[in-house]
């Protein structure tokens, strides 16, 4: 079991930029891939990026060459950099994990079992 609690979140202009944060706690974090996740009002929750324990990672069309994943196991803590952020990129942001390896760096919501209780992002125009 692991614990999963974001920060970071809040309100930019349109070409702004913010950095997510996601606490890990409870269990080895080394051994999990992780994720970010995002939900939009009256939208699907959609996969942002992904990263391994090797640091492989994985981004979504819409966001790529814009955000960065990253994580720093001392800490146990993963992070979202978002740059040059759009008003198409408002919602719920999630942190995921999960231990299965045979999902790869997956983007897909199934692939994750632990999921934080979100921060919110707001892109104006």
């Known amino acids: 079991q692991v614990q999963l609690v974001e920060s970071g979140g809040g309100s930019v202009q349109s070409g702004g930029s913010l950095r997510l944060s996601c606490a890990a706690s409870g269990s080895t974090y080394s051994s999990y891939r992780m994720g970010w996740f995002r939900q939009a009002p009256g939208k699907e929750r959609e996969g942002v990026a992904a990263?391994?324990?090797?640091?492989?990672?994985n981004y979504a069309d819409s966001v790529k060459g814009r955000f960065a994943i990253s994580q720093d196991n001392a800490k146990n803590t993963l992070y979202l950099q978002m740059n040059n952020l759009k008003p198409d990129d408002t919602a719920m942001y999630y942190c995921?994990?999960?231990?299965?390896?045979?999902?790869?760096?997956?983007?897909?919501?199934?692939?994750?079992?632990?999921w934080g209780q979100g921060a919110q992002v707001t892109v104006s125009s």
């Open positions: 990263i391994d324990s090797d640091g492989s990672t």
């Open positions: 995921a994990a999960d231990y299965r390896t045979f999902f790869g760096l997956s983007l897909a919501r199934y692939a994750y079992n632990f």
